[in-house]
């Protein structure tokens, strides 16, 4: 399985920006995909998670109620939805796939997944 991540870039406090996460080659692997993010000088992070099948979603606490996940299950793509970004937003993303057992979105640490993308940087400017 293949990961592409992409769509990341430079906003102002208060915008919006979406980021994109193809998953190409066995992706019946997949079980759940979820964001991850890592700023300067810190641990890769939860961001949140998504089935393959779409029917459960999980945020982390400082991303609730601002970013939404979801998936286009034709284009075999999630998505991350983030509005009314902070400063504190600032990291790359990554996009990770769990192909071992399902977790109903619940897998937070990333050790549990098995895949992952290159990162896209989001970059916002207080």
């Known amino acids: 399985v293949q990961l592409q991540a992409s769509g990341g870039g430079l906003v102002q406090a208060g915008g919006s920006l979406r980021l994109s996460c193809a998953a190409s080659?066995?992706?019946?692997?997949?079980?759940?995909m979820g964001w991850f993010r890592q700023a300067p000088g810190k641990e890769r992070e939860f961001v949140a998670a998504?089935?393959?099948?779409?029917?459960?979603?999980n945020y982390a606490d400082s991303v609730k109620g601002r970013f939404t996940i979801s998936k286009d299950n034709a284009k075999n793509t999630v998505y991350l939805q983030m509005n009314s970004l902070k400063a504190e937003d600032t990291a790359v993303y990554y996009c990770?796939?769990?192909?071992?057992?399902?977790?109903?979105?619940?897998?937070?640490?990333?050790?549990?997944?098995?895949?992952w993308g290159q990162g896209t940087l989001v970059t916002v400017s207080s």
């Open positions: 990770a796939g769990r192909g071992t057992k399902w977790c109903g979105s619940k897998c937070d640490r990333p050790l549990e997944y098995d895949y």
């Open positions: 998504i089935t393959w099948n779409g029917g459960s979603t």
């Open positions: 080659g066995p992706t019946s692997r997949l079980y759940d």
